[in-house]
């Protein structure tokens, strides 16, 4: 659990990054680069991944918690989910439970699991681990989509492509 409902967890704040330093220092020595969160009061919710937020690709649709207070709604967040659906993928905002990623991968459904985020932009999530269950997705590689939309966004914020959406600010 990262953030608890009635918390800070929606809003940009210091106390949500403080307040992961343990867990991540965990991870770390587990050999993992960072946390998977969960919901504060069941923790069968997934939430977020690192101070980033979670998206996958279960099947042929982008998935993604919806915002409940717990979840910091993040530009880069709406970036990937207005590309998606402008290149007429199904993208959706919705809980996603622990057991549907684990049954995903058991079945061969999940295909990508990424985070997102002001400073990282895309991170491709290669492996997971659960109370002893490891998953390797996508054979520990970046999938094609996080892959798609990285390039895509760093390209309007570098310039390298026009800004159709408003997402850029000159500043002189």
Same mark, same amino acid.
């Given at each position: 659990?990262?953030?608890?409902?009635?918390?800070?967890?929606?809003?940009?704040?210091?106390?949500?990054?403080?307040?992961?330093?343990?867990?991540?220092?965990?991870?770390?020595?587990?050999?993992?680069?960072?946390?998977?969160?969960?919901? $504060?009061?069941? =923790? !069968?919710? #997934?939430? *977020? @991944?690192?101070?980033?937020?979670?998206? /996958? +690709? &279960?099947?042929?649709?982008?998935?993604?918690?919806?915002?409940?207070?717990?979840?910091?709604?993040?530009?880069?967040?709406?970036?990937?989910?207005?590309?998606?659906?402008?290149?007429?993928?199904?993208?959706?905002?919705?809980?996603?439970?622990?057991?549907?990623?684990?049954? $995903?991968?058991? =079945? !061969?459904? #999940?295909? *990508? @699991?990424?985070?997102?985020?002001?400073? /990282? +932009? &895309?991170?491709?999530?290669?492996?997971?681990?659960?109370?002893?269950?490891?998953?390797?997705?996508?054979?520990?590689?970046?999938?094609?989509?996080?892959?798609?939309?990285?390039?895509?966004?760093?390209?309007?914020?570098?310039?390298?492509?026009?800004?159709?959406?408003?997402?850029?600010?000159?500043?002189?």
């Amino acid at each position: 659990m990262r953030a608890a409902a009635g918390g800070l967890g929606a809003v940009k704040a210091g106390a949500n990054y403080v307040a992961s330093l343990l867990a991540a220092e965990e991870a770390k020595k587990r050999g993992y680069d960072q946390v998977l969160w969960t919901d $504060a009061a069941e =923790h !069968g919710r #997934l939430e *977020e @991944v690192g101070t980033m937020n979670l998206m /996958a +690709v &279960i099947g042929d649709e982008l998935v993604t918690p919806s915002l409940d207070g717990t979840i910091l709604g993040g530009i880069t967040r709406d970036s990937v989910l207005t590309l998606a659906r402008e290149w007429g993928l199904k993208a959706y905002e919705r809980e996603i439970s622990v057991e549907e990623l684990l049954s $995903a991968q058991r =079945h !061969g459904s #999940l295909k *990508e @699991v990424f985070g997102c985020g002001t400073a /990282a +932009v &895309i991170t491709p999530v290669g492996e997971l681990a659960w109370k002893g269950d490891k998953m390797i997705v996508n054979g520990g590689k970046p999938g094609p989509l996080a892959t798609r939309l990285f390039e895509a966004i760093t390209a309007i914020q570098y310039g390298r492509e026009p800004d159709p959406y408003g997402w850029i600010t000159e500043v002189a």
